[in-house]
C-alpha cells in the first residue's frame, strides 16, 4: 500500500513503538491520528497537524471518540495500527483473575473493538489495512509471560482470519511480531520482572526506530507477517520443528535470581 496521503489511526503512540511508528509515517507522507493514555505525551511525541486524541482504550466511549474523531478530520481511516499494550509477569496458574481479564480487555478486546468500529468505513471504500502489534511472544510461548503470550497468540488468529474474511473486500491485515524492543515495556509491566536470563538478552534488543521502519514496509509490501529482527524467525521455526528443545530450554530461563522456585 502507498502511504503517502493516507489516513493511519495509531494506538499506544505516546512513546516505544507508537511514537516512532508515527514519526516513521509522517515521515513517509501519512495523515495521522494519534491516541494514547497520556495527552501530555501525545502532544510532545505528535508530528505536526495530527490529530491527538487521549484517553483508556478499555473504554468504548474512548474507542469511539477516537474513531468518531478521525473521521471528523480527516474523512476516512486507511490504515489501523494497533499498538497498544501491557504485559504480565506473572504464573497463569496463580495470576489474579482482575489481572487476567485486564490484559485481555487491552491487548485483544479493545483491538478487536476498534477493528470493529474502523473495518465498516473500510469496506465501503473497498481498501484499507488493519496491523496488528503481536509479539514472538505470539509465535513462542514465553513462561514468564504466559497470559501475555496468551493474549498475543489470540491476537495473531484473529488478524488471520480477518485477513481470510475480508480479503474479497480489498482490505489487507498485517501481524507484527517484534522481539525485545528498547521501549519502557518491561518497566511497566505488571507483576514484577523477567527473570534474570531473560533479561540478560535484551542487549540483544532492537530500537523501536528500527521496529516502526519494519512496520512501514511491511504495510508497503502488503506483508502478512513482519518478524523483527529477522532473526527471531530462528526461534520460531525452531518451535515447529523442535518444540520439546526449545520449552526446555525457556524453562531453564524461567527462574528466578536465588534459582529457587517462586
Not at 485481555?104 to 489495512?129: C, D, I, K, W, Y
Not at 511497566?188 to 542487549?203: L, M, S
Request: one cysteine or more; proline letters at 5%.
Amino acid at each position: 500500500m502507498r502511504i503517502e496521503g493516507k489516513v493511519v489511526l495509531i494506538t499506544g503512540a505516546s512513546q516505544g513503538i507508537g511514537a516512532a511508528s508515527a514519526a516513521e509515517f509522517a515521515r513517509a507522507g501519512a495523515k495521522l491520528s494519534l491516541t494514547a493514555r497520556s495527552e501530555e505525551g501525545l502532544r510532545k511525541q505528535a508530528p505536526p497537524g495530527a490529530l491527538v486524541t487521549a484517553g483508556d482504550l478499555t473504554s468504548d466511549s474512548t474507542r469511539r471518540r477516537i474513531v468518531d474523531g478521525t473521521l471528523e478530520r480527516f474523512g476516512a481511516i486507511d490504515i489501523l495500527i494497533n499498538n497498544a499494550g501491557a504485559g504480565l509477569y506473572l504464573p497463569a496458574w496463580s495470576a489474579p483473575f482482575e489481572e487476567a481479564r485486564w490484559l485481555m480487555e487491552l491487548n485483544f478486546f479493545a483491538v478487536l473493538a476498534l477493528t470493529q468500529l474502523v473495518t465498516p468505513h473500510m469496506r465501503l471504500r473497498r481498501s484499507g489495512m488493519i496491523v496488528n502489534v503481536s509479539s514472538v511472544a505470539g509465535k513462542v510461548p514465553l513462561p514468564w509471560m504466559t497470559l501475555y503470550s496468551a493474549s498475543k497468540y489470540a491476537l495473531g488468529a484473529l488478524t488471520e482470519g480477518l485477513r481470510m474474511e475480508l480479503r474479497r473486500d480489498g482490505i489487507q491485515a498485517m501481524t507484527v511480531c517484534p522481539g525485545y524492543v528498547k521501549t519502557a515495556f518491561q518497566e511497566n509491566a505488571h507483576g514484577g520482572k523477567a527473570p534474570e536470563a531473560v533479561a540478560r538478552t535484551r542487549r540483544f534488543a532492537i530500537t523501536a526506530e528500527e521496529c516502526a521502519e519494519a512496520i512501514r514496509r511491511g504495510v508497503e509490501r502488503d506483508a502478512r507477517t513482519v518478524v523483527t529482527p529477522r532473526s527471531a524467525w530462528l526461534l520460531i521455526l525452531a518451535m515447529r520443528v523442535a518444540p520439546g528443545l526449545v520449552e526446555a530450554q525457556m524453562a531453564a530461563m524461567n527462574q528466578p535470581a536465588s534459582g529457587k522456585r517462586a
